[in-house]
């Protein structure tokens, strides 16, 4: 449930979200985008947690997790990306603005004329963009593997609700 404009004006004058608001977290009042924010403002983001690798070898376990994970895969590329430095304010406002409209369902994928199903905004900037130049450009894919089963049937079998919530 959405927190109503009067909540968080309450939470700001409270202390609640914070009392300075970075230019990249100021939106319009009344927004959806705004609400969000508030919301996630109150949460704790950036405790990293990823893979201890050291923690494996010590149980002897690390080599079937590096045969499930793999070496250069979405999966290592996004465990370790996720132990990156991160920026609150940044983070907070990628996921208040982050939107996924799905193509329909008979869309047949064109690199050369991409329909834009993700956008949102970094550091004031806004972002349109295609499911698969949102992989490459989080480097969670990279370009040879756009065309194999690794991503097309990840992306086609994935429920509405998922992928729209992730």
Do not use: K, N
């Amino acid at each position: 449930m959405d927190s109503s404009d009067d909540e968080i004006e309450h939470m700001e004058a409270e202390g609640e979200v914070g009392e300075e608001v970075c230019p990249y977290l100021q939106f319009p009042q009344g927004s959806r985008v705004r609400r969000r924010c508030a919301r996630l403002r109150t949460m704790e983001i950036g405790g990293h947690v990823g893979i201890d690798w050291e923690l494996l070898e010590t149980l002897g376990e690390a080599a079937q997790t590096r045969d499930i994970v793999g070496l250069d895969t979405p999966w290592s590329r996004l465990f370790q990306t996720v132990m990156e430095d991160s920026y609150r304010e940044l983070t907070i406002e990628f996921l208040s603005t982050f939107t996924y409209a799905p193509h329909p369902a008979d869309y047949v994928e064109d690199p050369d004329f991409p329909v834009h199903e993700v956008t949102f905004r970094l550091a004031g900037q806004q972002f349109v963009m295609s499911v698969r130049e949102f992989a490459v450009h989080t480097d969670l894919y990279i370009e040879p593997e756009l065309d194999t089963d690794l991503y097309t049937q990840v992306v086609r079998q994935m429920d509405r609700q998922t992928l729209i919530s992730f």
